[in-house]
């Protein structure tokens, strides 16, 4: 069972920056492609970026493009979303989810289609001024 931990959220102001991290301690991350997904109250959830196993493709919702960068460091079973230019509407809990794909530069934003069996408890993102 690999338990994923999601760090780094927190308040920020518009146009500010956050780093999300996303770790699964005493687990490799190596075989997963991870995918970051965000709620809003009232709203349904919604893929924002993914990154593939080896760390050779990601893919960002058309809403983040140009302003959030997803990365990993898989010596430290880490995966990262680096947030700038954050907006109001950014303002959500974030999630990241490990989809068994090992030695694959495949993902995806949609958890239909992947299979994201491993989810964190959430962290809060609140974008306000």
């Known amino acids: 069972q690999v338990q994923l931990l999601e760090s780094g959220g927190g308040l920020v102001q518009p146009g500010g920056s956050l780093r999300l991290s996303c770790a699964a301690p005493?687990?490799?991350?190596?075989?997963?492609?991870i995918g970051w997904f965000r709620q809003a109250p009232g709203k349904e959830r919604e893929g924002v970026s993914c990154?593939?196993?080896?760390?050779?493709?990601?893919k960002y919702v058309d809403s983040v493009k140009g302003r959030f960068t997803i990365s990993r460091d898989n010596a430290n079973h880490t995966v990262y979303l680096q947030m700038n230019s954050l907006k109001s509407e950014d303002t959500a809990v974030y999630y990241c989810?490990?989809?068994?794909?090992?030695?694959?530069?495949?993902?995806?934003?949609?958890?239909?289609?992947?299979?994201?069996?491993?989810w964190g408890q959430g962290t809060q993102v609140t974008v306000q001024v």
């Open positions: 989810a490990a989809d068994w794909e090992p030695y694959s530069a495949f993902c995806t934003t949609d958890p239909a289609r992947g299979r994201y069996d491993y």
């Open positions: 990154i593939s196993s080896r760390g050779s493709r990601s």
């Open positions: 005493g687990f490799t991350l190596d075989p997963y492609a």
